[in-house]
């Protein structure tokens, strides 16, 4: 239920300030006379030195003395979990702070963390695996840019019936949070013209809902599945995945779902998140780009064409 609760915050909010605003955790302060854990403390010290704390367009108060952590700019605490004990962070929003680098694997000792905001920085790498962990168990709200949280930088998903002139559509997905959609549609001019066009659709994807696809592979096994699948039908659906994680490509053909259930998983959040993007206006072109074998750098296997 918490994924689902996370996946649905994630589908309908960006990393717009005005939607963090909206939806962000209310936390209360703790008294300057009472901070927080050494261990917490240590935790917010090695972010601030390792993304340039000293250069960050708002570090006020930070490395402060011992007991002034819940008043830094960004850090906000809640109540210890005891009447004596430490306050603990539960939000810290350095949203467009100027951070550089990358964050510590000292985060993930903020096991208090309800609310994590770092979009709109120059971060690089991904983030702490204790905190992916708890941002996929929906206890913990990460808002950054897509490549904090996967490796994966594209999912190109094609879907075409072997049966119909003017059924094939196309999405990409990337991580720098632009998508592409492209379906193949008859011109229809009489009743016998076989003219086809391409409509294309340009629309965003932010980063936490790209991320959710990318952990979506994972977790039904992606990479790890064979090249082909597909059953002895006629007429049936050519459904092509194309994933490009750490600049390889790997791909999955799916005829007649052929495949096994993980794939069906794969291939309906794909589609689920395509169709909940904001989308341009559609323009139309004289034919819609195919995928380009050339551009492959590698193979998830041997074997790469259409059974």
């Given amino acids: 239920m918490k994924v689902l609760l996370s996946l649905g915050l994630a589908f309908s909010c960006g990393l717009s300030a005005q939607c963090i605003a909206q939806t962000a955790a209310k936390t209360s302060s703790a008294p300057l006379s009472r901070g927080i854990s050494t261990k917490e403390r240590e935790a917010l010290i090695a972010i601030y030195k390792t993304t340039d704390g000293d250069n960050w367009k708002n570090h006020a108060r930070w490395i402060g003395a011992p007991g002034t952590e819940c008043s830094w700019y960004g850090v906000e605490c809640g109540p210890p979990s005891d009447e004596d004990g430490p306050y603990v962070v539960n939000s810290l929003n350095l949203l467009e702070n100027g951070l550089k680098g990358q964050i510590p694997e000292e985060a993930g000792k903020l096991t208090h963390l309800e609310w994590l905001t770092l979009g709109g920085n120059s971060l690089s790498g991904v983030l702490p695996a204790p905190l992916i962990r708890r941002w996929l168990s929906g206890s913990l709200r990460i808002i950054a840019e897509a490549p904090l949280f996967t490796t994966v930088s594209e999912v190109d998903f094609e879907d075409s019936p072997s049966s119909v002139l003017c059924g094939r559509r196309r999405i990409i997905l990337r991580s720098d949070e632009t998508a592409v959609e492209y379906d193949v549609r008859c011109r229809n001019a009489t009743p016998d013209d076989r003219t086809t066009f391409c409509e294309v659709r340009h629309g965003q994807i932010f980063g936490e809902r790209f991320a959710f696809v990318a952990h979506t592979l994972d977790a039904n096994r992606f990479f790890s599945l064979q090249p082909n699948?597909?059953?002895?039908?006629?007429?049936?659906?050519?459904?092509?995945?194309?994933?490009?994680?750490?600049?390889?490509?790997?791909?999955?053909?799916?005829?007649?779902?052929?495949?096994?259930?993980?794939?069906w998983a794969i291939e309906t959040a794909i589609e689920g998140v395509a169709s909940t993007l904001d989308w341009d206006r559609p323009t139309t072109?004289?034919?819609?780009p195919r995928w380009d074998d050339s551009r492959k750098t590698t193979s998830h296997q041997d074997s790469r064409s259409r059974p």
């Fill in 229 to 263: 699948y597909s059953r002895n039908i006629t007429h049936a659906d050519f459904v092509s995945t194309r994933v490009t994680r750490d600049g390889k490509v790997y791909e999955v053909v799916d005829y007649a779902s052929g495949g096994p259930f993980e794939l």
């Fill in 285 to 288: 072109e004289p034919k819609c």
